[in-house]
């Protein structure tokens, strides 16, 4: 039997699931749900209805999981709590500060629903968090880093667009390859915002703006630049769509830590992703959360949920015994 999949919101993410679930066989694609008029959207699988938001109450019995493919900002934190009286529901809720509260929320609404919500899924939070939970777990005496890039921040660069005179931007976070070395050679460095990370902006003015006035209020934007090390290119419309129409990104997470009565044998865990395309395998995260969220169901559990609490094999279609055999 086929796991029935709902998407809610289809932009970059939404296409991502889409094509996360085509590659997956136990699972189908059920109905694709948009704000706009469903008459303008073309998905790509044939057959399948696109239908209004508003509708999606009527699907309740037809849909095993719904992914909601909306933004962190204003979207997830009011529809993932909505939709969870609803449907087994999974998101990648991504502001940090902020998962205690959705945690909570989401937990409340699914446990009235009857129904399983997985949160904060993609890879960081998701499969980064995982690996700083796993080496804390491994190596108690140690020390974490997180590093993110070289890749696309879509945050920032929308940032950058708000700026007045900007019509199109592009940025990157990169880190600091001192740094980074640093860490692997168990140097255990004390490192400050500005030494583990640089950002590279790629900006196209509106005609007439003034470059000098917009590369400073970009370098000196308070909780996205200003206290990074910023370099700032400005280039032509077609160079933007012809070398930064991607939105490749990755990172690495490690932990430095000892072992031994004293402290005398030094270990390190590296977990690194290189992506081409971050949306889509954020997807592919989201696709495989979806299975545990239907197979928790299945076994009766309501309520909220993060990566921390799924057991690797409920993400698998492989069964147990294949997993035994095969992987372990």
């Not at 209004?52 to 933004?71: F, N, P, S, T, Y």
């Not at 708000?162 to 199109?168: F, T």
């Not at 419309?237 to 490749?248: F, M, N």
């Not at 076994?299 to 997993?323: H, M």
Request: hydrophobic share 35%.
């Amino acid at each position: 039997m086929s796991i029935k999949i709902g998407i809610l919101g289809y932009g970059n993410l939404g296409r991502g699931v889409e094509c996360a679930v085509k590659q997956n066989e136990d699972m189908e694609l059920a109905a694709v749900f948009t704000r706009r008029d469903p008459e303008t959207v073309q998905i790509l699988t044939e057959g399948v209805p696109v239908c209004r938001i508003a509708d999606a109450a009527e699907w309740k019995d037809k849909i095993d999981v719904m992914i909601l493919c909306g933004g962190s900002a204003t979207d997830l934190p009011v529809q993932t709590p909505e939709f969870a009286k609803m449907f087994n529901v999974i998101d990648s809720f991504d502001t940090h500060a902020r998962i205690p509260e959705h945690f909570a929320n989401v937990d409340a609404a699914a446990k009235e629903g009857g129904k399983v919500g997985i949160i904060s899924v993609g890879w960081d939070p998701g499969m980064f968090s995982l690996n700083r939970l796993y080496a804390n777990a491994i190596l108690p005496d140690g020390k974490d880093y997180t590093f993110w890039g070289k890749g696309v921040s879509q945050g920032h660069s929308d940032a950058i667009r708000r700026v007045e005179g900007v019509r199109d931007a592009k940025q990157y976070t990169i880190p600091v390859e001192s740094a980074l070395e640093a860490v692997r050679n168990g140097e255990n460095p004390e490192l400050t915002t500005r030494e583990k990370h640089t950002r590279e902006c790629f900006v196209v003015l509106e005609e007439g703006a003034d470059a000098a006035k917009v590369e400073e209020e970009i370098k000196s934007m308070p909780n996205y630049f200003s206290d990074y090390d910023t370099t700032v290119h400005f280039i032509s419309e077609e160079e933007l769509k012809r070398d930064h129409s991607g939105i490749p990104h990755g990172g690495f997470v490690l932990r430095s830590g000892k072992t031994g009565w004293d402290g005398e044998n030094s270990h390190l865990i590296e977990y690194s992703l290189k992506l081409d395309s971050n949306p889509e395998f954020t997807s592919s995260v989201l696709a495989a959360y979806a299975r545990a969220a239907y197979r928790l169901s299945q076994e009766g559990a309501s309520g909220c949920r993060t990566v921390f609490d799924i057991a690797p094999a409920y993400l698998s279609a492989k069964s147990g015994a294949e997993l035994r055999k095969t992987m372990l």
